[in-house]
């Protein structure tokens, strides 16, 4: 179901949720980057926000709600009008770079040893052959593009946890069906490291408006001493800043690989609200108190 909000006949706001068993959930997965209600400002939220849990379904589960005031606020302050409480819990932390200024001084703000290992990286691989950068939109031969991204996509951890896009199909459909619908919106970029033609580190990304997002990437393990990974991100962040966009988004959680770009980070947390009913008052105590202790037991 989707939750609307119109304001003098023009679409102001939109909240989708999914009916479940126990109650209303944001439809948002461990591969979902974060879910957040989309509307014009943090009052059109919380009317959203009001509208689910006046539904009278019992409990609301949102995954990686951003914990900032602007998304985590609006829904906290529907909750305790409507006489619902709210449980949360940390999910992870999300990298993003704010993009201001020029390559040059974004670049000089770097560690000195990072700036360095990329030139040496980049003049190890640039000895073995020719180094291009190819950038496809999907508009022509996105079967083969992204077929030939997959099979690069798996960067020997990868395939060893099951992560990587070749050994997971429900995961490879899903990334597909994502970069079609953003290719016919012009917004998909499939990037590509290549060495003499041959593919070496790939990235899956979304450009639109002014923000850049990475959703997927990795590269040949026969490379991996010389990171073209790290050489392929260098080009597609560079590229970022000189074409003026303002948000490079990393997406996922603060891995080190991330953080030696940016130590900006986004905390992303897992809501439960429940309401005042006998299942909702138990629910609320099982997880604001016993499963914590259960955690802290595991651990």
Not at 55 to 60: C, D, I, K, Q
Not at 238 to 245: D, K, M, N, Y
Request: net charge positive.
């Amino acid at each position: 179901m989707v939750f609307c909000c119109k304001r003098r006949g023009e679409l102001v706001g939109v909240l989708p949720m999914v009916e479940g068993s126990r109650g209303l959930l944001a439809p948002a997965n461990n591969e979902t980057p974060d879910f957040r209600p989309v509307t014009i400002d943090r009052s059109i939220a919380k009317r959203l926000w009001t509208a689910a849990f006046q539904l009278g379904l019992g409990t609301v589960t949102v995954l990686k709600l951003p914990a900032d005031t602007d998304f985590l606020g609006p829904m906290v302050a529907a909750a305790e009008e409507t006489g619902f409480r709210i449980v949360s819990r940390d999910v992870h932390s999300s990298p993003y770079l704010d993009i201001t200024g020029n390559w040059e001084s974004f670049e000089e703000s770097l560690s000195a040893n990072w700036r360095q290992t990329l030139r040496r990286r980049r003049r190890q691989l640039e000895k073995g052959g020719r180094l291009d950068i190819d950038v496809a939109d999907g508009s022509e031969r996105f079967e083969e593009l992204f077929d030939e991204g997959v099979r690069i996509e798996p960067s020997g951890w990868k395939r060893e946890a099951g992560t990587a896009l070749i050994a997971n199909e429900k995961a490879r459909a899903f990334y597909e069906s994502v970069a079609k619908w953003a290719a016919s919106k012009g917004w998909l970029r499939m990037v590509f490291l290549r060495l003499d033609g041959r593919p070496i580190a790939f990235r899956l990304d979304l450009e639109t408006g002014s923000a850049y997002y990475h959703l997927k990437g990795g590269f040949d393990p026969e490379f991996a001493p010389a990171s073209p990974g790290n050489v392929l991100a260098a080009s597609v962040i560079e590229s970022a800043f000189r074409r003026g966009l303002t948000r490079f988004e990393f997406l996922g959680a603060a891995e080190s690989h991330k953080l030696r770009w940016t130590r900006t980070t986004r905390d992303l947390r897992l809501i439960r609200a429940f309401d005042r009913s006998p299942a909702g008052a138990a629910g609320f105590l099982l997880h604001k108190y016993a499963r914590p202790v259960v955690a802290r037991f595991r651990s």
